[in-house]
T-cell receptor
Framework: EDQVTQSPEALRLQEGESSSLNCSYT??????LFWYRQDPGKGPEFLFT???AGEEKEKERLKATLTKKESFLHITAPKPEDSATYLC???????????????FGKGTKLSVKP | DAGVIQSPRHEVTEMGQEVTLRCKPI?????LFWYRQTMMRGLELLIY????????DSGMPEDRFSAKMPNASFSTLKIQPSEPRDSAVYFC?????????????FGPGTRLTVT
């Protein structure tokens, strides 16, 4: 069964304290791995898509990396405005009627204190 | 671009009542998705449409749930009759599907409370 597990569930950092969020996945035929940011009361906001092991993408203080079993979202020198829940999702290969739908993890809630 | 538009943003209703949630996807997108988000289960796909045709409704929890997409710019998710366990945030997302990988863009959600 296709599955996505994110850890930790919650992470508290001081401003400027770099860290990483983990997304482990088991999927038949990964087509893409997606990172989203979700603020309270809002819908998920798209951040990155990664397609193959070894790929990296960056946006401001965020860098996403991908291996064959997991992805990391590295946050360098975070600021309070980086506080949000970060969601990971995988798009599996077509199986049955799924047509490669996105399967989401439950997210990591990040709090950055000034 | 206005992004994905959902209405209402909040809905409070009594058990047994019919609830209709609405979504307008991003113009030009050819796929539309309905999700439900709860603390316990996270984000779950309910149904998705491609070119207005329902492709996968395996996530629809019961026959009380139905969804339609009469044209490329409008979709509804209906719950009849509603139950307290349907309380959740319902998101609509749209995507331009080409090739084998696509990014979904989410609306602000509808927070449904069934008492």
């Amino acid at each position: 069964e296709d599955q996505v597990t994110q850890s930790p569930e919650a992470l508290r950092l001081q401003e400027g304290e770099s860290s990483s969020l983990n997304c482990s996945y088991t999927v038949s035929g990964l087509r893409g791995l997606f990172w989203y940011r979700q603020d309270p009361g809002k819908g998920p906001e798209f951040l990155f898509t990664l397609y193959s092991a070894g790929e990296e993408k960056e946006k401001e203080r965020l860098k996403a990396t991908l291996t064959k079993k997991e992805s990391f979202l590295h946050i360098t020198a975070p600021k309070p405005e980086d506080s949000a829940t970060y969601l990971c999702a995988v798009q599996a290969g077509i199986s049955g009627g799924s047509q490669g739908n996105l399967i989401f993890g439950k997210g990591t809630k990040l709090s950055v204190k000034p | 671009d206005a992004g994905v538009i959902q209405s209402p943003r909040h809905e409070v209703t009594e058990m047994g009542q019919e609830v209709t949630l609405r979504c307008k996807p991003i113009s030009g997108h050819n796929s539309l998705f309905w999700y439900r988000q709860t603390m316990m289960r996270g984000l779950e796909l309910l149904i998705y449409f491609n070119n207005n045709v329902p492709i996968d409704d395996s996530g629809m929890p019961e026959d009380r749930f139905s969804a339609k997409m009469p044209n490329a710019s409008f979709s509804t998710l209906k719950i009849q009759p509603s139950e307290p366990r349907d309380s959740a945030v319902y998101f609509c997302a749209s995507s331009l599907v080409y090739g084998s990988t696509y990014e979904q863009y989410f609306g602000p959600g509808t927070r449904l409370t069934v008492t």
